[in-house]
Structure formats: C-alpha cells, structure tokens
C-alpha cells in the first residue's frame, strides 16, 4: 500500500487501494480491511487521511524507510 501511494502522486479511496492490491472488493469486509489497515499507517505517521477517507502518502514519506509499516499492514 506505502508503494501504491508513493508511486500515485495522489490521494485514492481505500477501494480503490484495495483494489489495486488484488483484493476481492465485492466483498465489503475486505475494503474494511484495507480501510483499517490504511488508518493504522494514518496513525504511525507513514501516510495522512484528509478528507475522510482518502490516503495518501505522508510528506516526506519514502517507501525505503517504512517497510516494516508495509508488512503489518498487509499481513
């Protein structure tokens, strides 16, 4: 998810992060997932959710230094 947001140049919407991914998003939990996971990363500082709901990657925010942020969120 850091990679996504720091290639994208933008801010994108939890479903369209889990999309890219390869999340199954016609089932809601699993955008819940991404969604949690997403807000967690919001709250260790490795990317920023403004306006509700959309996420982007932090201002300054390199995928190199936030790896360990990469796995807990995905696993």
């Known amino acids: 998810m850091l990679s996504l947001l720091a ?3 933008r801010a994108m919407r ?5 999309t ?5 998003v016609s089932t809601p939990a699993r955008v819940e997932t991404t969604r949690g996971r997403l807000k967690k990363l919001a709250e260790e ?13 932090a201002a300054g ?7 360990e ?4 969120a995905e696993g």
């Open 14 to 18: 939890a479903r369209e992060i889990a």
């Open 61 to 67: 925010g390199t995928t190199a230094d936030s790896g």
């Open 20 to 24: 890219a991914i390869g999340e199954d």
């Open 7 to 9: 290639t994208s140049g």
């Open 45 to 57: 500082g490795h990317v920023i959710e403004g306006p509700v709901g959309w996420f982007a990657i």
């Open 69 to 72: 942020g990469t796995a807990a």
